[in-house]
């Protein structure tokens, strides 16, 4: 099964970096944005195991998020990764998968 991971950030060359990394990792499969409004379409419209925080996000927008992934998707997995190496993702995103169900995307109206 390959890992659906949404990438949220607001420095652009940051988000297109990850999104470099993780899809150098033929099991992972990233979705990068920079708007709030295009991570909640994307985990509305797909199926997701993680969302990942990158830097530059404010802290109640990062809150706001956190909310309604926690109350419409329960199951997916929240990262907060501010820098690093590679070698860190890895373990961050390792971590977050042990014992991972497998989830079915909810039918819900997206929520702004």
């Not at 708007?35 to 996000?57: A, H």
Request: some cysteine.
């Amino acid at each position: 099964m390959q890992v659906q991971i949404a990438v949220f950030g607001k420095n652009k060359e940051i988000v297109d970096t990850l999104d470099r990394i993780i899809n150098k990792n033929e099991n992972w499969k990233a979705f990068c944005t920079c708007t709030q409004e295009e991570l909640k379409w994307f985990v509305s419209t797909n199926t997701i195991q993680i969302v990942l925080y990158s830097s530059g996000i404010g802290s109640s927008e990062i809150e706001n998020v956190e909310e309604w992934i926690n109350t419409y998707f329960p199951k997916i997995k929240q990262i907060h990764h501010f820098g690093g190496g590679s070698g860190l993702l890895q373990c961050e995103i390792d971590s977050a998968l042990k014992g991972i169900e497998p989830i079915g995307k909810l039918e819900i109206n997206l929520i702004s």
